[in-house]
């Protein structure tokens, strides 16, 4: 199991890596989702499979694929990729990159003390997720239905602002196409 | 099984928040900072996880499950914002909305 996790570790970290530092959009997007599986099997060893599940559904899955939609609507295209080249000089990227660095070596120092229980030897199966869930976190499930709805109608106006401005509001089905 | 190290487990979701950060940082393009944002979000749950598993309770995959939601609904806002600017500005830099009434 250890080697599992610590090839699955070595997986997410690369793929992640490759993910923020393409150039190409639909080639980070495909890192992006090898890192997500990579975290989705790394749940699974922690004993966590439903939400193992969960990652590769709606994160590898749902979310990747809106922004495929997304990158498909903005044709980016090679004018993009040269756009990105231009802008991603070593000296935009440098100065952060050793900050995130610094801060990064901060936590691991913090980290790395004494105390190292061990995490993944007994499973937390779906039903103690699900009775969690609805019992004494019903008010966040409610909560969180209220986030999904009102992202839903936000993403809805702001797709649909400018076209209401040209007047054809009561045609929402020929949408789409930028 | 093996038990794995819960520093570990920690340290590797510092290191995805950190790459996350450095792309929230280092890059312009609207999409990529989107896209790191959903890397550290990533990172946080799987530090809830860890956390969960340490402890065998189900609070760290319940809260993973919120940020999930909060995941799909920031994305959902912030790719329909992405596509408005493009429309607007014809571009995805974001330095182009620097101005607050541009």
């Not at chain 2, 979701?13 to 312009?28: D, S, T």
């Not at chain 2, 065998?56 to 600017?85: C, K, P, R, S, W």
């Amino acid at each position: 199991m250890n080697t599992v996790f610590y090839i699955s570790a070595a997986i997410a970290i690369v793929s992640t890596l490759l993910a923020v530092s393409r150039l190409n959009a639909i080639h980070a997007l495909l890192n992006l989702i090898v890192s997500l599986l990579a975290v989705a099997v790394i749940f699974f060893i922690l004993g966590a499979p439903f939400v193992a599940a969960l990652e590769v559904i709606i994160y590898a899955g749902a979310i990747m694929v809106v922004f495929v939609f997304v990158v498909m609507m903005l044709n980016a295209g090679d004018e993009i990729t040269a756009q990105e080249r231009q802008w991603l000089r070593p000296q935009t990227w440098i100065v952060p990159a050793v900050f995130a660095a610094i801060l990064l070596a901060e936590l691991i120092y913090l980290f790395s003390g004494p105390a190292n229980k061990g995490v993944g030897e007994h499973a937390v199966n779906p039903k103690q997720v699900g009775l969690a869930l609805f019992g004494p976190y019903l008010l966040g499930v409610e909560l969180a239905s209220l986030l999904l709805l009102s992202g839903l109608v936000g993403a809805y106006h702001l797709g649909l602002r400018h076209r209401s401005l040209a007047g054809s509001r009561h045609d929402p089905a020929t949408k789409g196409g930028v | 099984m093996d038990a794995i190290s819960m520093h570990h487990g920690l340290i590797l979701a510092g290191i995805l928040f950190a790459l996350g950060l450095i792309g929230v940082l280092a890059r312009r393009n609207l999409l990529f900072i989107l896209l790191s944002i959903e890397i550290m979000l990533n990172a946080a749950g799987l530090a809830f996880i860890v956390a969960g598993a340490r402890w065998i309770q189900a609070d760290g995959q319940v809260m993973f499950i919120f940020i999930l939601t909060m995941a799909a609904a920031e994305v959902a806002v912030g790719l329909a914002l992405a596509l408005q600017f493009h429309r607007d500005f014809k571009t995805l830099d974001a330095d182009a909305a620097s101005k607050l009434r541009g």
